[in-house]
């Protein structure tokens, strides 16, 4: 068993059984006490397998759901969102540059269904960013056949139908692997990469249908994509993430983050989260992005959980870890 977690600390999740292994640019959700793990590469641009990983986080051990259905094909730079007991898998891309759509995956009777097919609903994409509230399941940006994207979409999971809001507007260039937070009826997008590392920050009000351009104070991040992004109360708390893009672009690595931001979005001021004292250079994960992330409960605590990624020596990273709020 791994430590008991402790809030502004990193701990290392012992794991057991049939895991994902080493993966970057793949998704992962939480559904009651078990973590869904989906989608990735473990060479770049080539996906691996199209296994539903699931992990109880009482017993810490992986296992692959027995999985029914229609399920989505091998990708990488995918994304998921769970709502209830169902969980939603948009995007994503193959070698050859073919799209999923978007697919359920029911927990209880474990089965895929597609519900929409890209060439019929939301335009195909990848690296792409979602969250959900307890209705919708909201995407932004993305990288599609025609380019980078900046414009939000939502799927209505009790209408059964696509939603699209306004235009984010020149000012919110298109974007791909921006983080993405919904917080008191705001979406929030940070970041991303358009070809070089973005540091704008915008807001969308779901009640007046308007885009903001926010500017924020205090410690703010460098420009960054590719890093994980959740909300917690009224902040929204990063990790990780590339600074700086290798010359190989997707092919490469960059220069890597290992620090946790949070944005307090009533303030709108940023902070560096201090690790608690004493915390020793081995103890805090490796400096990665493209990794698979989602809040989760561990211990008691509420947090951000973290797996794999890719990390500055170009390698796939296969551990998991968490940091308490």
């Not at 672009?249 to 690790?275: I, N, P, Q």
Request: charged share 25%; with cysteine; proline share 5%.
């Amino acid at each position: 068993m791994s430590p008991v977690a402790e809030n502004n600390k990193w701990v290392k999740v012992g794991e057991k059984g049939i895991g994902p292994g080493p993966r970057s640019s793949h998704a992962m959700t939480v559904a009651g006490n078990k973590v869904y793990c989906f989608g990735g590469e473990l060479k770049p641009t080539i996906p691996i397998d199209n296994d539903l990983y699931v992990f109880d986080l009482e017993t810490q051990e992986w296992s692959i759901a027995n999985a029914t259905g229609d399920a989505p094909f091998p990708c990488f730079g995918v994304c998921m969102v769970t709502i209830g007991s169902t969980i939603y898998v948009y995007g994503g891309r193959d070698a050859s540059r073919k799209y999923n759509g978007l697919y359920s995956y029911e927990t209880l009777t474990n089965e895929w269904k597609m519900l929409s097919p890209p060439e019929e609903g939301l335009p195909g994409r990848s690296y792409h960013s979602m969250v959900a509230d307890d209705r919708k399941v909201y995407v932004f940006g993305g990288v599609s056949a025609k380019g980078r994207l900046n414009t939000l979409d939502a799927y209505d999971v009790v209408d059964r139908k696509w939603v699209q809001y306004p235009s984010a507007g020149e000012a919110c260039k298109g974007r791909g692997a921006p983080g993405l937070a919904v917080v008191e009826g705001k979406i929030w997008v940070l970041f991303g990469f358009d070809g070089n590392e973005l540091d704008d920050i915008h807001c969308f009000d779901l009640a007046s249908g308007e885009w903001t351009a926010v500017e924020t104070s205090g410690e703010i991040p460098e420009a960054r994509s590719v890093f994980s992004a959740v909300s917690c109360g009224k902040h929204v708390v990063i990790y990780g993430g590339e600074e700086e893009p290798h010359e190989l672009m997707h092919m490469g690595a960059g220069r890597f983050s290992r620090d946790v931001y949070k944005l307090d979005t009533e303030t709108l001021v940023w902070e560096k989260v201090k690790l608690v004292e004493g915390t020793k250079e081995e103890e805090k994960p490796s400096p990665r992005g493209w990794c698979a992330f989602a809040v989760a409960v561990k211990d008691g605590r509420e947090g951000l959980l973290v797996h794999g990624g890719n990390c500055p020596t170009n390698e796939r990273l296969d551990d998991m870890v968490f940091f308490g709020f």
